[in-house]
């Protein structure tokens, strides 16, 4: 048997095959990481949209409770202010206001009863209105929005509306 003859006999690759091989390896890599980063995108775009959701419907719900358990001369609305300040003397809780706050990062809306402070819309808070409509009830409009990046667009935006009459 001759040299050629054992080269060609032997088993393995030849070079072309590596690279061939190596090549659809990191095509498939390559795909691999793409599909998984553009999951992460997807996960962090909805949990977003979620927080601010939750974010406005916990806001909402505190207003609504807190303004329905006063009469409509508890209330008083500094609209000097923007967004506005609302303040309730309500009769359990006592002197209790909701108002924009401003920090680092965005702006906040919270309530603030009894000297505590506490955020129901952290970062987010795009305006915040109170008409009132009639000495018996005011409209609330709550708008929330956050960064969300989703087919070219930067923000996600959340608007609420709710109409509250007041005891008599």
Do not use: C, W
Request: net charge neutral.
């Amino acid at each position: 048997m001759n040299t050629r003859q054992k080269i060609r006999e032997q088993d393995g690759f030849t070079i072309v095959e590596l690279i061939v091989g190596m090549l659809a390896g990191a095509i498939l890599a390559l795909t691999a990481g793409i599909i998984l980063v553009e999951g992460f995108k997807v996960v962090h775009r909805n949990a977003e949209a979620a927080r601010i959701q939750r974010d406005g419907s916990i806001a909402m719900e505190m207003l609504q409770r807190t303004l329905r358990e006063v009469s409509g001369n508890d209330v008083s609305l500094d609209s000097t202010t923007e967004p506005p300040k609302l303040e309730v003397d309500h009769p359990h809780a006592g002197q209790v206001s909701f108002e924009a706050m401003t920090v680092a990062g965005g702006t906040n809306l919270v309530y603030i009863a009894g000297g505590r402070t506490t955020v129901i819309a952290a970062r987010t808070l795009r305006s915040f209105t109170v008409p009132r409509l009639s000495a018996s009830s005011i409209r609330l409009l709550l708008s929330l929005e956050g960064n969300v990046r989703a087919q070219g667009v930067e923000t996600e935006r959340v608007d609420f509306d709710a109409i509250i009459h007041f005891r008599n």
